[in-house]
């Protein structure tokens, strides 16, 4: 009896030994084909979102055809919307003097001032403050809000005087806007639309004027001179450190891209004709679109279930606001049918825009053995607590092969507007490049970087240079002051304006807060 017993419990023992192991062959043959599955979708990914060079041009070539169209006002259809901005002329690196600037964003706005030294001089005596905008002037009138700056103004002046500055003297302010500013004269600027504002109908017309009154009601000794979108912006800082800077690019939570036409090439132009020939045209390249662009599954359906559907879909694939987001809706797909972080979908992979470009920018330059930067975000950001090392190698190559594209993209655009003005061959052009995602993603410098050079080969690479934004962001205001002050004052009823404020305004759209730095 005994024996049989043994010998029972001996046969139950093989059993469920062997049911262990046939169950355990069943669940590494899941998991090798969750992996490959894993792969798969990886490798199609990657696949749709190929830059190689030729395709690069494709795209270039398409954006130098409809930026000539927009020029050409001809009526042929075209993705863009350009503006013409004139702020004619730019500086020109001679300029001297004491200088005011603000920035208006979406939230906040930056004062900034600093003495400009004139050629091969530095500026010196830069400061700047960032004051939010309280939460109650979001939805106010433009009076209330620009009421509110000049008061901010007149105590950063207070505390930031110009030494030099005769009591009796009006000290000059350069204006920018994080939105576009489609200018009849350039103190007569018009905004298209005030992102991240609710305001009145008037908030964004007769900007330059509106401003001036604000400040001369509170007593501040300031006046506009100019007021133009921080792309704008840029490209005047880029113009003053040197006479060969054409064009200047803000990679940001938002994108755009500004360069210097001549005035002859624009039939746009309805106001009186520059000084020096050439006027700013403020691209608004956001809104390019094109078959050749490397479209993937993940980006049609973030543009069907964005805010503004169909627009903007080359910001949505190269700008900060959406490259994290592209990159989650990749991870979703695969812990959805590959249970890439286990069985059960992790709830906050499911929220829109939970992972921000900062946070996907450290988890893909995560140089450790083991990416450990990338399951602490994964952590932080998603709940997700468990990882293995291969799952977070997976994780890192989704951001690489999103900011290749987006990186490679932005630098294919920069060589579309350098050919579009015929100085690829035989010209050098510098470019400055402004914002978060340019200034502190380094891979995705690196990969735009690389996309140029790749384009125009060894015997061309050093016709375009790239250059990160001089003193910072804001100080195109200052230079844009200087440039543009000896102008104005030739001008004997600067704040007159024939426009009528009821004309209606071009709508630009944008998902959440689309143009603060990464």
């Known amino acids: 009896m005994r024996k049989e017993v ?8 093989t059993a469920t030994v062997v049911v262990a192991a046939a169950l355990l062959r069943q669940w590494k043959r899941k998991k090798q084909r969750q992996w490959r599955e894993t792969q798969k979708i990886l490798r199609k990914f990657a696949r749709d979102c190929a830059t190689p060079v030729p395709k690069l041009w494709l795209v270039s070539n398409a954006l130098v055809s409809d930026v000539k169209a927009c020029l050409a006002s001809s009526g042929t259809i075209t993705t863009l919307n350009m503006l013409v901005s004139y702020v004619a002329p730019l500086p020109s690196g001679d300029e001297e003097g004491f200088y005011y600037g603000v920035n208006l964003r979406g939230t906040n706005f930056l004062i900034l001032c600093a003495r400009l030294g004139g050629k091969n001089k530095p ?58 500013v ?24 007769k900007l330059v004027s509106d401003f001036n009154q604000a400040l001369e009601e509170h007593g501040v000794n300031l006046r506009v001179y100019a007021m133009v979108d921080d792309t704008v912006g840029n490209l005047a800082g880029g113009r003053y450190y040197n006479k060969e800077s054409v064009a200047a690019v803000t990679l940001a939570m938002g994108t ?30 956001g809104d390019f679109s094109s078959p050749h662009l490397p479209i993937t599954i993940f980006d049609t359906c973030l543009d069907a279930e964005s805010s503004n ?51 996907m920018a450290a988890m893909h330059q995560d140089a450790s053995d083991d990416r450990e930067i990338v399951g602490e975000k994964l952590r932080k950001v998603f709940g997700i607590t468990s990882t293995s090392p291969r799952v977070r190698e997976v994780v890192s190559e989704v ?45 995705f410098r690196n990969y735009l970087n690389s996309s140029v050079w790749e384009m125009l080969g060894n015997d061309l690479s050093d016709n375009v240079v790239i250059e990160h934004s001089h003193g910072g962001s804001g100080t195109g205001a200052l230079f844009l002051a200087a440039s543009q002050m000896d102008m104005q004052n030739d001008d004997p009823d600067p704040d007159n304006d024939n426009d009528d404020p009821d004309s209606d305004n071009n709508d630009h759209d944008h998902d959440p807060d689309p143009d603060a730095d990464t």
């Open 6 to 13: 043994v010998v029972a419990a001996a046969l139950t023992a």
């Open 123 to 180: 500026i010196s005596d830069l400061y700047r403050e960032e004051i939010p905008i309280p939460s109650n002037l979001m939805a106010a009138t433009s009076k209330e809000l620009f009421d509110f700056v000049a008061v901010e103004l007149g105590k950063f002046i207070s505390e930031h005087p110009d030494g030099q500055a005769d009591s009796a003297d009006e000290n000059k302010l350069g204006c920018i806007v994080s939105c576009p």
């Open 182 to 205: 489609d200018q009849a004269v350039v103190a007569h600027g018009t905004a298209i639309k005030w992102k991240s504002f609710e305001a009145d109908s008037k908030v964004g017309k």
């Open 256 to 285: 755009d891209a500004a360069y210097v036409e001549p005035a002859d090439a624009a039939l746009q132009w309805h106001g009186p004709s520059p000084k020096l020939g050439e006027m700013v045209i403020s691209t608004q390249w």
């Open 309 to 359: 559907p169909g627009r903007r879909r080359f910001e949505k694939l190269i700008s900060g606001m959406y490259l994290g987001e592209i990159v989650r809706r990749v991870l979703l797909k695969m812990a959805q049918e590959t249970a890439l972080f286990g069985d059960h979908v992790p709830s906050k992979l499911m929220t829109p825009y939970q992972l921000s470009s900062p946070d």
């Open 399 to 443: 951001c690489d092969i999103t900011a290749e594209r987006g990186a490679r993209l932005a630098g294919a655009g920069i060589l579309g507007i350098i050919k579009k003005l015929g100085r690829i061959e035989n010209k050098k052009s510098v470019v400055t490049v402004e914002g978060g995602l340019y200034e502190h993603y380094r891979v």
